[in-house]
């Protein structure tokens, strides 16, 4: 059932969605927030507008995040409610729970408990090496854990593999042209993608987060190390059949193409064998170049240049240099 306030816009394009949700000020949410804050007797405290992610975000003092999702992304709040409560407590790591979802204006809400410390995004770029590799490693340990993820064999975040990865193949290329992918990787992209040949295989069926990055990551300090402490954004959650559109987020946003970095996560993980190094880099720069709103420019800028990027060959090397 919608709660109807008349605070939130209708009918938006995503571009003038994105530019409401950017630069709206808090005082102009304050009535759906306080609409909230005593329908579902949330504590007293201050509010304040946490610019991450594309959908509204709120926190509520030290114990309440709200997320608001417009229609045009109402998939993403409705898989935050479903997944919430599918990874409560089966983790090592805290996730936000669950404490109360709806509509209202038909945006998606759904109210979460605030997760302690400090996101790793804020802390990773002055981490040393051997830090890094100690987080990597509880990494490939939260991936392995996340890949044994129960679930119902009909939940609804389940995709047709093969259907999906055609759908993904098929839209690509009009999102890389939208991105400015440059010319002379622009017109290779479908033929690399073809030369991988039948590298989305559809393997056992497990849960996929999809979005494991410094972003959606907390850390806390222990004995003078950082470690992981929670997991955030169920929003691109699917259970699909692979676990390379898994890896491949903190493959890029993490190792960085550092070979020790992506050694220590892959080794942690201990789920890939029986494949040669060029055909592994491959499979992984083909999944790059279809994952679901992927800026393949940017996720090259994570990588320092040590060559020549004229082929997707010679960007696979650079990227995944196992």
Known sequence: MTTILNCLPQNLSDPACNDYIANTPLADWMPVLEHLQQAYDLPAG?????????????????????????????????????VAPLLENKLSLQTPRLIASGEID?????????????LLADIWPSLGLEQKQAIMVQTGQLLRELRRVLFDANIAIRVDWPAYIQELIDGCMARHQRKKMPERLLTKVMPYIKAAGDFASAGE???????????NLMAKQEDGQWKLSGLL???????????????????????????????????????????????????????????????????????PVSGPRDNWDQVAKQMFPL
């Open 46 to 82: 201050t509010w304040e507008k946490i610019p991450l992610g594309g959908n509204a975000l709120f926190g509520l003092g030290d114990e309440v995040i709200v997320k608001l999702a417009p229609p045009n992304w109402r998939r993403q709040g409705d898989k935050e409610i479903l």
């Open 233 to 303: 954004d169920f929003g691109d959650a699917i259970v699909g059949n692979s676990d390379r559109l898994e890896i491949l987020t903190p493959m890029i946003f993490m190792a960085q193409g550092n070979a020790l970095l992506l050694k220590s996560l892959l080794e942690a993980y201990g789920e890939i064998e029986g494949i040669g190094t060029a055909d592994f880099q491959r499979q992984l720069t083909a999944y790059m170049l279809i994952r679901p709103d992927c800026d393949v420019t940017f996720c090259m800028q994570q990588v």
């Open 205 to 215: 069926p497990r849960f996929i987060h999809m979005d494991i990055h410094p972003w």
């Open 106 to 118: 038909h945006w998606v809400f759904v109210i979460f408990s605030r997760l302690q410390g400090t």
